[in-house]
């Protein structure tokens, strides 16, 4: 008897799951894998959250989350973003991945077609295909930049959603203010949908963070603290959007989620109030890493595109090597990479990550300049 559902076809975590197995059976690997950031939790949400276990704030909360949260997630995001939303047309969920599946619940019907720009986040088309709809990946330009004569010609009337991701993961890139107006006119012209993921937001180097939803009204805009606030493990991210979404997605927490970590809640809280003590450092600092990495990959004969942004580098696989092949090349010599198939159509790039130590950057791109000489 087969018991599984078919849309779980559509999920493929193969490459993550290799370069996993790596991590677990290489003796002391340089893992240059993981897309988590380096420092832990500041002391002060840790506080926040030890306070709110010993206060015995952990029961249930409003399924949409905390009001408190709610006011601070939405006064950052008119001030910093500048997001027309209110405490109203926020919604906090556990994780932005949990976001982003809400979302496509909330408005893909069976048949929808979701624009997705190559390189992408994996559960980008993953999620979509599981839902019915269907992922529609078009190609990106020089420095994995959107290309909108792309983007246009793959619309059609079951065009639903286009998906943004700026700082994108995996390349790097950050889109220009210019290039996002563009897309939104495109996007309003055709009544589509857009899904903003800007969990990087606060990753940008040499240029500025836009903000697509303070320009378009049909914008759908993810966030989150796991990457900004090194709270990978709390699992807390947020949501706003239209009233009418906001409203129907609220529904599907209530009867899926329930609601999120009150702990974690209370903690990102404290977390937002200190906002500009985490994330200026967190910026400089990454800044310096993202330099550093990029330098040597140029010494070692990489071209290096995008970059502008996350923690990230999409890079060419050496002599158009195939991109499982090189991952476990680099595993041979200790060196954890991602095979870069996991976020793109194309099999021939790698993902590497900085978002480790110095110490491990060091040691990782001495033996990747070691591996790309054999």
Known sequence: MHYLADRLSCLDSSDFRTAMRYRLSLKNPIDLSIGIPEEPTPEYIKTAGIRAIQNDKTTYLPGNGLLDLRKAIAEKLQSENHLNCSADTVSVVPGLTTGLLLVYLTVLNPGDEVIIPDPYYPPYPQLAEAVGARAVIVPTQANFQLDIAAIRAAITPKTKLLVINSPNNPSGAVYPEATLRAVARLADAHDILVLSDEIYEHFVYDVDHFSI??????????????????????????????????????????????????????????????????????????????????????????????????????????????????????????????????????????????????????????????????
């Open 213 to 374: 939803g303070s320009m378009y009204p049909k914008t759908l805009t993810l966030g989150g603290f796991s990457k900004a606030y090194a709270m990978t493990g709390w699992r807390l991210g947020y949501v706003t959007g239209p009233d009418p979404i906001i409203n129907a997605l609220n529904e599907l927490l209530q009867y899926s989620v329930m609601s999120s970590s009150s702990i974690a809640q209370y903690a990102a809280l404290e977390g937002l109030r200190k906002q500009p003590d985490i994330t200026g450092k967190l910026c400089e600092k990454y800044h310096e890493k993202r330099d550093f990495v990029c330098r040597a990959l140029v010494e070692m004969g990489f071209t290096v595109e995008g970059a502008q942004g996350a923690y990230y580098v999409l890079l060419k696989t050496p002599n158009g090597m195939n991109d499982r092949d090189f991952a476990e090349l680099a595993a041979k010599h200790g060196i954890v990479v991602v095979a870069g198939r996991a976020f793109s159509k194309t099999h021939d790039r790698f993902r590497i990550s900085y978002g480790g130590s110095m110490d491990t950057l060091r040691r990782g791109m001495d033996g990747l300049s070691r591996v790309v000489k054999l």
